[in-house]
């Protein structure tokens, strides 16, 4: 078949470990340069200095460019990119008919795969999850489990002292990303976009998962702010659980998350998701004298929020500052800072 170029997924877990592993300096365009001369990576029409830097390093399909700190931030960034390849047209590939993700097939005499103009359609999304898995999987060989996870995006961090290694994929580019970064001020920075969100929406991720075998003078770990209002809990948690189910298997978890979330004067008044790879559990909900199960996926994660929204409406709750949440698996805790809900003991009114 006719196709553009995928690289390998080792290939790919090469270079990044190559470039994780050299010396960064202070992360100033004349470090960039150094660095790529050292991994004998080529300038690709690099423009005037205080710019970004293509870079080459030689893979076909990898895009990459070093970015300076943009204004303040003070954190500059070598970044990655992979779009999944497009289906060339070709002797063995029918042009593509319309618009979308559908090729054309069969129409040959006797074709047993069916009639003539029969449609054939590409799923570049389900691709596009493909591909980071298998990434995610190489990287994850060389450097065991990333710590960080999170979404939307399913995005991964391998975290050190100095420099951190994130992945993730972009379905609106139909990209995988990658992104090398110093990672005192990367971690500064998304400290003061938690402290800064007007609401829910403006966090700059939903969700984390950190592991229990980390130190935690290791570990940033942020909490959103509390929601604005009711409304704007109500919009977060929909939108939260649709990020999640969407992202979950993506990021590497087997086993589910156990979520409880309820009113802390009344500990009846109480719900359970059980979030796995297959389905969604859910306990507790008024008037359902057993649990509700859902399939995966965006869909059900947002339906799965407006029933625990119902559930609160019957119990009356109608403020966020009133609940406590409690997320984990066997093998570490959730933390889910896009709900402004923080866990029980870790509220400024439990110190009173």
């Known amino acids: ?12 877990t090469r270079t990044l470990l190559a470039a994780r592993a050299a010396d960064w300096g202070t992360w100033t365009r004349r470090d960039a340069e150094r660095v790529a001369a050292a991994l004998s990576w080529r300038p690709d029409d690099a423009p005037a200095d205080g710019e970004t830097a293509a870079l080459d390093p030689g893979v076909p399909g990898l895009h990459c460019r070093w970015e300076p700190a943009e204004d303040d931030t003070g954190c500059p960034a070598l ?25 054309a ?45 999170g979404g939307p995006g399913a995005w991964l961090r391998w975290r050190t002292r100095e420099i951190t290694l994130r992945l993730a994929r972009d ?42 075998d980390m130190a935690l003078a290791e570990l940033f770990l942020p909490f959103g702010p509390d929601p604005d209002d009711w409304d704007d809990f109500r919009r977060a948690l929909p939108a939260l659980l649709a990020s999640v189910v969407a992202d979950l298997p993506l990021v590497g978890w087997v086993e589910p998350i156990l979520v409880v979330m309820g009113e802390i004067a009344h500990p009846s008044r109480t719900v359970e998701l059980r979030i796995g ?8 909900i008024p008037g359902q004298t057993r649990q509700v199960w859902l399939r995966p996926g965006a869909d ?28 984990w698996t066997s093998g570490g805790y959730v933390d889910f800072p896009g709900l402004g809900v923080r866990p029980e003991g870790t509220h400024p009114d439990d110190q009173r």
Do not use: K
């Open 300 to 327: 059900h994660g947002r339906r799965a929020g407006g029933l625990l929204l119902d559930a609160f409406a019957a119990w009356d709750i109608t403020a966020a500052s009133r609940m406590r949440l409690r997320s």
């Open 79 to 103: 970044r990655f990119e992979v779009p999944i390849p497009e289906n060339a047209p070709g002797a063995d590939l029918p042009q593509p008919i319309g618009p979308g993700r559908a090729l």
């Open 171 to 212: 379905h609106q580019r139909a990209a995988l990303t990658m992104e090398l970064f110093p990672t005192a001020p990367w971690e500064t920075r998304e400290q003061r976009q938690f402290a800064a969100a007007r609401g829910l929406a403006e966090l700059p991720y939903d969700w984390c998962v950190s592991r229990p």
């Open 105 to 149: 097939f069969g129409g040959l005499p006797g074709d047993p795969w069916g009639p003539a103009g029969g449609v054939f359609p590409r799923d570049r999304e389900r691709e596009l999850d493909a591909a980071h898995t298998r990434l995610v999987a190489a990287v994850t060989a060389a450097l065991g489990p990333a710590p960080w996870r």
């Open 1 to 12: 078949m006719a196709a553009s170029l995928m690289p390998a997924a080792d290939t790919l």
């Open 277 to 284: 790879q297959d389905r969604l559990e859910i306990g507790g």
